[in-house]
């Protein structure tokens, strides 16, 4: 199926199944380069976990971050819409995982759960794919109900400015002339993932209610200089990575990340 077929889909499960029947997001995370997000990820995770913390990761994916955090010993909850995906973590847990995994969208189970009932949320999946703006931020807002008084919720967005560069230097030369944006204002169509520029995720999530405390850039520039940096010896890969680390704060350095990370509270 091509990437325009999907538009005919009206359901936006279904959509998002027939969608990762094209993307293939466990070979996503393979390599030196696609592992720097995740890298990144958990490092902010960890810095706020404590024992005994529940964890609830929406869009779980493939299980990267659940089976991770559940092998560190924390209770985790995944919920995933994808069947494939449900079924991938299902066959890499193992019994002394106390995870629970949940086939369901984000906001539908956000909605069943009890308020202040988990410590850490990973919203790593949810605003990429959910179509209507209104249940994007109905999506935050169920995420901070659900957040405990003193846990910390973990946004995700890909960053609409840097997707124009890869899509023209990696993937389209052609891309920058008549690629699928709006030629004056550079916003990206958001089809088949949704789009936002820093500042925009920034005031999406202010509206939405969370107190923002950390901005990231999760990847940097690591789809763009993949190649090049899949084949960085072990020792300088891990000098690229802590100044990879040394840079993803940085507010000038935002812009250039094809991911952003927003760490919020209530």
Not at 47 to 58: E, K, V
Not at 98 to 119: C, M, P, Q
Not at 155 to 173: C, G, H, Q, R, S
Request: net charge negative.
């Amino acid at each position: 199926m091509e990437i325009r077929e999907l538009q005919k889909i009206s359901d936006e499960l279904e959509r998002l199944s027939a969608l990762y029947e094209i993307f293939d997001e466990s070979a996503r995370l393979e390599s030196k380069a696609a592992n720097i997000e995740f890298i990144t990820s958990v490092k902010y995770i960890e810095a706020a976990l404590q024992p005994g913390m529940r964890i609830l990761d929406l869009g779980a994916g493939t299980g990267r971050y659940s089976l991770y955090l559940a092998q560190q010993g924390y209770e985790v909850t995944a919920v995933e819409p994808v069947e494939k995906h449900v079924q991938a973590i299902e066959k890499a847990r193992t019994d002394s995982m106390n995870l629970t995994v949940v086939k369901g969208d984000a906001l539908g189970i956000l909605r069943s759960l009890a308020s202040e009932s988990f410590d850490i949320i990973l919203c790593f999946g949810p605003l990429y794919h959910i179509e209507k703006s209104a249940e994007r931020a109905a999506c935050v807002r169920e995420t901070r109900r659900v957040c405990s008084k003193h846990g910390r919720m973990y946004f995700a967005f890909i960053n609409n400015d840097m997707v124009i560069t890869t899509e023209t230097m990696l993937y389209n030369p052609a891309f920058i002339e008549t690629g699928r944006y709006n030629k004056d204002t550079f916003k990206v169509e958001d089809f088949p993932f949704v789009f936002y520029t820093v500042s925009g995720a920034r005031e999406f999530l202010e509206q939405a209610g969370v107190t923002i405390e950390k901005e990231v850039a999760s990847d940097g520039m690591s789809e763009l200089l993949g190649e090049k940096i899949n084949q960085l010896s072990e020792d300088t890969y891990r000098q690229w990575v802590k100044y990879h680390l040394y840079l993803c704060e940085k507010p000038e350095f935002l812009g250039s990340s094809n991911h952003l990370l927003f760490i919020a509270k209530k």
